[in-house]
């Protein structure tokens, strides 16, 4: 059969010449974007399979030691609670979580973080299950607290939502190691309006004392609400 048969054969079934041009070293680059759901042409060992892009994006990211990998994300609209349980210790050895713009129901209120042993079931909440300490800058005083007895460890403290202050909390922390059979440690940085009207910047640090492996986090505000914000969770992917 000619090369012109062959090619009419193919057409036959669906198959165009510049789908073939470019199986065949075709160098011509489109511009059409990516997205969920696009399939990509593989040579598993020898046969041609097709896969999906996220299936893609899930092994390299495997593959890609010490990256962050986005791991879920969640809005608030008069929420009581954000609660992450993506957590998975044959895959990442820490997280990252980030604020934006994370505003409270209630006035002069903490935003705080619990964990959970159980994938999410209960999170600990015992007098003393906790230690934290915060330091920084409200507006030209320093501010700093520290408790070794708590039932959660404070992300802010006396953050406001009046006017001017409702732009609510921004910044990140890092849990480290949650998986390890340690006190699981959170380090974190953050910038938010404190209840008088005045701008802090916060480092903020804790731990949760007893050793065992977390698996789910939770925040909310000491008192009322989440009324708006995103909270985002990746992992630190292991080598």
Same mark, same amino acid.
């Given at each position: 059969?000619?090369?012109?048969?062959?090619?009419?054969?193919?057409?036959?079934? /669906?198959?165009?010449? #510049?789908?073939?041009?470019?199986?065949?070293?075709?160098?011509?680059?489109?511009?059409?974007?990516?997205?969920?759901?696009? =399939?990509?042409?593989?040579?598993?060992?020898?046969?041609?399979?097709?896969?999906?892009?996220?299936?893609?994006?899930?092994?390299?990211?495997?593959?890609?030691?010490?990256?962050?990998?986005?791991?879920?994300?969640?809005?608030?609209?008069?929420?009581?609670?954000?609660? *992450?349980?993506?957590?998975?210790?044959?895959? @990442?050895?820490?997280?990252?979580?980030?604020?934006?713009?994370?505003?409270?129901? +209630?006035?002069?209120?903490?935003?705080?973080?619990?964990?959970?042993?159980?994938?999410?079931?209960?999170?600990?909440?015992?007098?003393?299950?906790?230690?934290?300490?915060?330091?920084?800058?409200? /507006?030209?005083?320093?501010?700093?607290?520290?408790?070794?007895?708590?039932?959660?460890?404070?992300?802010?403290? /006396?953050?406001? +939502?009046?006017? =001017?202050?409702?732009?609510?909390?921004? =910044?990140?922390?890092?849990?480290?190691?949650?998986?390890? #059979?340690?006190?699981?440690?959170?380090?974190?940085?953050?910038?938010?309006? @404190?209840?008088?009207?005045?701008?802090?910047?916060?480092?903020?640090?804790?731990?949760?004392?007893?050793?065992?492996?977390?698996?789910?986090?939770? *925040?909310?505000?000491?008192?009322? +609400?989440?009324?708006?914000?995103?909270?985002?969770?990746? /992992?630190?992917?292991?080598?």
């Amino acid at each position: 059969m000619s090369r012109q048969e062959k090619l009419a054969a193919l057409a036959s079934t /669906g198959v165009t010449k #510049a789908e073939l041009d470019n199986i065949d070293g075709g160098t011509a680059r489109g511009t059409t974007a990516i997205a969920d759901g696009d =399939g990509v042409l593989i040579n598993d060992a020898g046969t041609m399979r097709m896969t999906s892009v996220e299936t893609m994006a899930t092994y390299m990211g495997t593959k890609i030691g010490g990256g962050l990998e986005f791991i879920s994300t969640a809005d608030a609209s008069n929420t009581a609670t954000i609660s *992450f349980t993506g957590f998975d210790a044959s895959k @990442y050895d820490s997280y990252l979580f980030t604020f934006l713009n994370v505003v409270a129901v +209630n006035d002069s209120t903490g935003l705080i973080l619990r964990t959970s042993t159980d994938s999410g079931s209960n999170y600990d909440s015992g007098a003393s299950d906790y230690l934290y300490q915060f330091r920084g800058d409200k /507006g030209n005083a320093g501010i700093a607290e520290y408790d070794a007895t708590r039932q959660h460890i404070y992300i802010t403290y /006396g953050q406001g +939502n009046a006017s =001017g202050e409702e732009g609510g909390l921004s =910044g990140h922390i890092f849990m480290y190691g949650p998986h390890i #059979a340690l006190p699981t440690r959170i380090v974190g940085q953050s910038f938010y309006y @404190y209840s008088d009207g005045n701008g802090v910047v916060i480092q903020t640090a804790g731990q949760r004392h007893s050793s065992a492996d977390v698996d789910a986090a939770q *925040f909310l505000f000491q008192s009322g +609400n989440i009324a708006s914000g995103t909270i985002t969770m990746y /992992g630190m992917v292991n080598s």
